[in-house]
């Protein structure tokens, strides 16, 4: 693309788009990025630029770009029905296959697909099914929520309520109300001198105290990731899920998985309730289920709720892309991918090792801070010259730290003084050689 067009391009976008999750004066002042082309692990920019992407667009693209096998899935499906809903006692073979084949998948009692269109609309349908649920048993009372600080939910008016991220609920005067926040087990960035186990602990404690302030007959459920992902790549301690998880059953209330990041293979297995057996009662889903080439989220429901919840009655909650046909299709093609070509086992085997590998290289480095990961995901917390006892609110280092691998032609996420990887399970030990050499660069420039 010249010159001209990618200008043309950069004032239509300032003058009709806007962005998502971002500051659109910078974003102005310097002209929109305009990703024209993937394949594998890498994009290209309209200048020509070429980037390894290390962090699978946000956080989906686990198969990497432009694989063939879901591309024909999408066009055999458009030409074949590209769209109908799931309402009128009707639906397609694409959404049934892939509902049949979730409940295969999935740990436990979770055999009942719910479809929707992200991460935030699964998470939405999960408040809205477990509210339902509760007032057919009789206990419409019992409607408050839980998660944890650090955590991410979505940014629809409920699932951004249910984020326990200030910077994502303050803007648009949130939490509503009965959306109550545990502490996330996050201790570098509270400060403590306690152990990871010992303050996994603390916050199980703070935890249990807060349940019984407000009373467990007034709380629905607990949200949970796995690893708090946007929050900081947040690895949970030895124990500290588990415990969570009894935690919720000695007190009747719901367990929700949010896998929306976690599912699908990035921690080395299918999904983290079940490396960390957890038995949720419902988990949300989106990302990696079709690896991003569609927009696709899903609700799956333990038996006993869907139970209640179809002999309820006229189910009143769905969208108009429920259950998409072509959406499904790609997902179908998806899931077959990371089975043929073992990418989950990969990532527990061999690529994901060898990226803990690189990553904990940075322990030490004098801009880091604390270094944090599993499977192929991780963060290194940054740090200034003066050490962490140096930092202050709008230092944003993360972000600077971003644009500086951007200059040096790898994508990483920056999220307040951190920056976070997840890169394609196709990646290859030469590519992630590429990636951390080009972090290490920018933390040089950075300091």
Same mark, same amino acid.
């Given at each position: ?8 391009? @950069? ?6 788009? %806007? ?22 692990? /890498? &994009? /290209?920019? +309209? =200048?020509?630029?070429?980037? %390894? ?5 946000? /956080? ?20 074949? %029905? ?44 999960? &408040? ?27 940014? =629809?008016? !409920?699932?951004?309520?249910? =984020? ?11 939490? &509503? ?15 403590? +001198? ?7 602990? /603390? ?18 459920? $607990?949200?949970?990731?796995?690893? @708090? ?17 009894? %935690? ?29 057996? $957890? ?36 189910? !009143? ?38 990226? @803990? ?24 917390? $940054? ?7 140096? &930092? ?6 993360? +972000?600077?730290?971003? @644009? ?44």
């Amino acid at each position: 693309m010249g010159k001209a067009g990618l200008a043309e391009l @950069q004032a239509l976008d300032r003058e009709s788009h %806007l962005h998502p999750f971002t500051q659109h004066s910078d974003l102005h002042a310097q002209g929109t990025r305009v990703i024209v082309r993937g394949d594998g692990c /890498w &994009l /290209w920019e +309209a =200048t020509g630029r070429k980037l %390894l992407d290390g962090l699978a667009g946000l /956080w989906c693209v686990n198969v990497g770009y432009n694989r063939p096998e879901i591309i024909e899935a999408v066009h055999r499906q458009m030409g074949q %029905l590209p769209y109908y809903c799931s309402f009128f006692n009707s639906t397609n073979e694409p959404a049934i296959r892939l509902a049949h084949r979730l409940s295969t998948l999935a740990p436990g009692r979770l055999r009942h697909a719910f479809f929707s269109g992200s991460g935030s609309e699964a998470n939405e349908t999960a &408040l809205k099914l477990i509210r339902g649920w509760n007032k057919l048993r009789g206990k419409p009372g019992k409607n408050k929520v839980l998660s944890r600080t650090f955590s991410y939910h979505g940014v =629809t008016l !409920a699932t951004a309520s249910l =984020t326990g991220l200030p910077s994502v609920s303050s803007p648009f005067d949130l939490p &509503l109300p009965g959306f109550l926040h545990a502490p996330g087990p996050h201790p570098y960035d509270a400060g403590t +001198a306690l152990s990871p186990e010992d303050y996994g602990k /603390w916050c199980l404690e703070e935890t249990a105290r807060l349940i019984e302030r407000e009373g467990a007959d007034t709380i629905a459920a $607990l949200f949970v990731e796995p690893v @708090q992902g946007a929050g900081g790549v947040i690895v949970p301690p030895p124990g500290y899920l588990r415990s969570l998880r009894a %935690l919720c059953r000695q007190n009747e209330i719901l367990f929700v998985a949010d896998e929306v990041i976690t599912g699908f293979g990035r921690l080395g297995s299918t999904f983290g309730s079940t490396l960390w057996e $957890l038995d949720p009662d419902l988990m949300t889903l989106a990302k990696g289920i079709t690896s991003g080439y569609l927009p696709l989220g899903a609700t799956l429901v333990s038996d006993e709720i869907a139970g209640d919840l179809i002999g309820g009655g006229y189910l !009143a909650h769905g969208f108009t892309y429920s259950g998409h046909p072509t959406c499904a299709a790609a997902a179908l093609a998806n899931l077959d991918i990371l089975e043929k070509d073992k990418l989950v086992e990969r990532v527990r085997d061999d690529i994901g090792p060898y990226f @803990q590998t690189k990553l904990n290289e940075f322990r030490g480095h004098p801009a880091v801070g604390e270094v944090r990961g599993h499977g192929l995901i991780g963060a290194l917390d $940054l740090v200034p010259r003066g050490g962490k006892a140096a &930092l202050k609110p709008d230092l944003a280092l993360g +972000a600077k730290a971003a @644009q500086l691998a951007r200059d040096e032609g790898v994508i990483v996420r920056g999220i307040r003084n951190l920056i976070a990887l997840s890169p394609p399970f196709i990646i290859t030990k030469p590519e992630v050689d590429h990636l951390f050499d080009a972090v290490r660069a920018s933390l040089a420039k950075l300091t």
